[in-house]
């Protein structure tokens, strides 16, 4: 398998596509990052409307060539990496095709029966607000945080819902009969649900002293409970900095693999050189 060539076009390719230290990267990333904000806020102007009939052309040709610059960095990025699947089928992959296709598809979807279809197929261009992901450094630590106190989080959750339960069947054996709201359990619930996450819609709320009671003590263990979540991750977050490794944003032409040291030769997920002197 040929290795890529420090000063091969593919080479330089991949560098300015797929890594931010270099200028080259750096510029590419920043006129990326605006072309992606430009988009999303096309988008929502294009939900009100005022504002897509009074500049639907304008705001249609704009997205176009939004839509033909994705086109292009799309096919660049497949173009620069040696096993064009790993990209194509990777998170960033799928989530630059869907950003990308609901313009074509619009060829297609023509005829009044088809507006729906195609209004909804152009909102998957929000997608694009995710590709933002790759330009915040800090989202890996706070997304292997996040995987990292799952269990957690999952076993949290479990507990406040059978607290909600517990909380809901009791107002509904204290204010049943009151017409307060409380006309069956899974209502009761709903309403320990909102009143323990504090919303407080107000659409049901206690009559009795001591419905107000309960309802007094849930709303102070919502304070507390909503803490807990915080926390775990906090904690998690502050772990996975202190392993966390000096590193840059090279990316193996072969594997896709990310966030190499600096001084690694070789990737350390499929073993392939990175550069070559």
Known sequence: MDKPKKHSWRFRLHEIIYEADTPAGKVFDIILF????????????????????????????????????FSIEYIARIIAVKKPS???????GVIDLLST????????????HSLVALRALRLLRVFRILKLTRYIGESTNLIRALKLSRAKIILFMMFVFILCVILG????????????????????????????????YGDIAPA?????????????????????PTGIVSAEMVRTNKRSIETN?????YCMARKHR??????????ELLNED
């Open 249 to 253: 944003t090279q990316t193996c032409q």
């Open 34 to 69: 605006i072309a992606i904000i430009v988009s999303i806020i096309f988008v929502m102007l294009e939900s009100i409307e005022e504002i897509d009939n009074k500049y639907h052309t304008l705001l249609n040709t704009a997205e176009w060539a939004i839509t033909i610059l």
């Open 208 to 228: 009795t002293a001591l419905g107000q009671l309960i309802a007094s003590v849930i709303m102070l263990m919502g304070y507390a409970i909503i803490a807990v």
């Open 262 to 271: 600096d001084n690694a030769k070789y990737c350390y997920n499929c073993g």
């Open 169 to 200: 069947t009791v107002m509904y054996l204290v204010e049943s009969g009151q017409d307060s709201g409380f006309t069956s359990i899974p209502r009761s619930v709903y309403w320990a649900i909102v009143t323990l996450t504090t919303v407080g």
């Open 101 to 112: 296709i609901p313009k074509y598809l619009s060829f297609f979807l023509v005829g009044s």
């Open 86 to 92: 790993k990209y194509i089928f990777s998170f960033y």
